[in-house]
Nanobody, 125 residues
Framework: QVQLVESGGGLVQAGGSLRLSCAAS????????MSWFRQAPGKEREFVAA????????SYADSVKGRFTISRDNAKNTVYLQMNSLKPEDTALYYC??????????????????WGQGTQVTVSS
């Protein structure tokens, strides 16, 4: 079992930055790929970014490439999402998730074993 707790969300103006954190507890954190998903009202949950267990491999949705950076610190059992140049369309509830699948399938939410409760990000124009 893995418990995930997100933090760092908030209200920010367009063009601003936020850093989300996801603290994991329970089972061995380092065996999982870690990802961020988001869900806006009335929309399906969508993939944002993923990082492999070692941190060496990363994947991003096209909509956030060049603006968001995912990273992890296995010593602290924490994964981060640095979000820069935020846009109003980034407004959503952001979820952290853990999976034992491989990176080639990281965009598929149904393959994830554990989810956090979410942290709200609101970007004003």
């Amino acid at each position: 079992q893995v418990q995930l707790v997100e933090s760092g969300g908030g209200l920010v103006q367009a063009g601003g930055s936020l850093r989300l954190s996801c603290a994991a507890s329970g089972s061995s954190f380092s065996i999982y790929i870690m990802s961020w998903f988001r869900q806006a009202p009335g929309k399906e949950r969508e993939f944002v970014a993923a990082v492999s267990w070692s941190g060496a491999s990363k994947s991003y949705a096209d909509s956030v490439k060049g603006r968001f950076t995912i990273s992890r610190d296995n010593a602290k059992n924490t994964v981060y999402l640095q979000m820069n140049s935020l846009k109003p369309e980034d407004t959503a509830l952001y979820y952290c998730a853990a999976a034992t699948t491989d990176m080639s399938r990281a965009t598929m939410p149904t393959l994830y074993d554990y989810w956090g409760q979410g942290t709200q990000v609101t970007v004003s124009s």
